[in-house]
């Protein structure tokens, strides 16, 4: 096996071949959301929307609609070619009302986990209401919570189809969750009849030597275990995150190493490989000798997005080139 640095190339052009949406109807407002937690949201319009995190701007990016979004949060940085233009806002751990409300949204997309991560973000989400804007909280956690803390592939797909039925896209959601599904099967085609390749999946690291395994609770667990592949980090417990000494790293006995395409470029202006191979045990691993490292790209590394499922696809490719329909 070798493949240094293959990448997951493309994801953020994978509905590409989907035309530019008009804006909703009138008719098709007011609507209400319900989540499958029972939770409602009524939305009059989402002619301008305003996305906290790039989770939610992943979606409105995939569904065609990025031409509707008026401001976003310092850090919502990808895709490049849509966000460039859309004013930054405040941050998803710190909301600015005043902010937000400057830019006129009719609807504001949020990730519950991001409600809790100061006491101020549940009162710019009051206020907001109070102003007229919608508000729609699409349920990370509460849906995490009901799979045992561990993401699964349907998690993803309602996140797709409450903002797609938010936008008035319904039609455009269902297909690009009958996708998602299509892509996880195809990847568990290829895998199949094929020994579980070792993949460890590295979420942080310094030069310092602090370096952090992905676990079951983490969206890259899922990547891997829809790839056919073993995620060594479940060996350490249930945990999203683990960090792990270089004798740790070494014990877990790595076939393939995931990292993310932006933190691993961060170690280097010039030779990132060179400084990711001097980190402490990385050097000493199945993955490095067989030169079998794998980017990711940020719109894996944020979770609840929908390209996991192609993301899945594209490493089972890799790990089992002989596979059925490879």
Do not use: C
Not at 112 to 135: I, P, W
Not at 146 to 157: A, P
């Amino acid at each position: 096996m070798r493949f240094v640095l293959k990448g997951l190339f493309g994801l953020g052009l994978m509905f590409a071949a989907l035309s530019s949406p008009l804006l909703a109807q009138e008719s098709d407002y007011p609507r209400t959301i319900t989540d499958s937690l029972g939770a409602e949201t009524v939305i009059n319009s989402a002619d301008r929307i305003f996305v906290v995190h790039q989770i939610t701007s992943s979606l409105v990016s995939a569904l065609g609609a990025y031409d509707r979004v008026v401001g976003r949060t310092r850090f919502v940085d990808d895709p490049k070619e849509d966000v460039e233009s859309v004013p930054e806002i405040g941050t998803y751990s710190e909301l600015e009302a005043e902010g937000i409300l400057s830019v006129e949204p009719d609807l504001v997309l949020i990730v519950d986990r991001h409600l809790g991560l100061s006491g101020g973000n549940l009162s710019v989400v009051e206020q907001l209401r109070e102003a007229g804007v919608a508000v729609l909280v699409l349920p990370q956690d509460g849906l995490l919570a009901r799979h045992g803390g561990v993401y699964e592939l349907d998690i993803m797909q309602e996140f797709v189809q409450l903002t797609a039925d938010a936008l008035a896209l319904d039609e455009r959601g269902a297909e690009i969750v009958a996708r998602m599904e299509s892509e996880a099967e195809e990847a568990s085609q290829i895998a199949a009849g094929s020994e579980p390749s070792r993949v460890l999946a590295l979420g942080a690291f310094s030069v310092g030597g602090k370096m952090f395994a992905q676990g079951p609770g983490s969206p890259y667990d899922l990547v891997i275990r829809m790839a056919g592949a073993q995620n060594v980090a479940a060996e350490l417990g249930p945990e999203a995150f683990h960090e792990l000494t270089p004798e740790g790293l070494v014990a877990l006995e790595p076939d393939v190493i995931v990292v993310g395409e932006r933190i691993f470029n961060e170690l280097s202006d010039t030779d990132p490989m060179s400084v990711f191979l001097s980190l402490p045990g990385v050097a000493d691993t199945p993955a490095a000798q067989n030169e079998a490292f794998y980017l990711a790209p940020v719109t894996v590394v944020y979770g609840s997005t929908p390209h996991l499922a192609a993301a899945a696809l594209d490493l089972a490719k890799v790990l089992y080139p002989d596979g059925e329909g490879n």
